[in-house]
């Protein structure tokens, strides 16, 4: 993957890592439901009387907890690997000049135009001049 593409998937895979977090609670929270429930019925010494007994358990099979086992361990791995996007990202922009830095979190993590890209970075730099120099530096590394 090229830096532009790493650069691009960066949001996507902070959304994506979130999302998937998200998805797992869910799927822990589906895995611990118990149900519970009271029953009646004879004494152990003595069978003409009667006891309650309360009776608690998961609701689904065992088929269903392996199915949502392995639904765990694949969001796991999309999160591992969404988190690995993340860290080339990172790496990537971290190697930057701190001028870049600066305009790569603008443009490719918030998302502006680059007429704000150039408002926000100041010093008399306009919208063409900041492109220019953004993609100067994503054509040479």
């Known amino acids: ?15 994506l890592v979130k999302e998937t977090e998200e ?7 589906k895995r611990g439901w ?8 004879p004494m152990q010494d ?3 009387a009667s006891q309650s007994f309360h009776i608690e358990g998961t609701e689904y099979t065992y088929q269903d907890d392996a199915k949502i086992r392995e639904e765990e361990k694949l ?3 999309r999160k591992e690997y969404a988190e690995q ?14 001028r870049i830095q600066r305009i790569i979190r603008f443009r490719c993590i918030q998302r502006l135009p680059w007429k704000l890209v150039a408002e926000k970075i100041g010093n008399g730099a306009t919208e063409d001049s900041i492109k220019k120099e953004y993609q100067r530096y994503m054509n040479g590394n």
């Open 1 to 15: 993957m090229d830096n532009k593409q790493v650069l691009r998937n960066y949001v996507d895979a902070c959304e």
């Open 23 to 29: 998805d797992i609670a869910k799927l822990k929270k």
């Open 85 to 98: 996007i993340k860290m080339q990202a990172q790496q990537l922009i971290n190697c930057a000049p701190v």
């Open 34 to 41: 118990a149900v519970s429930d009271s029953v009646k019925g």
């Open 46 to 48: 003595f069978s003409y």
């Open 75 to 77: 969001l796991i791995q």
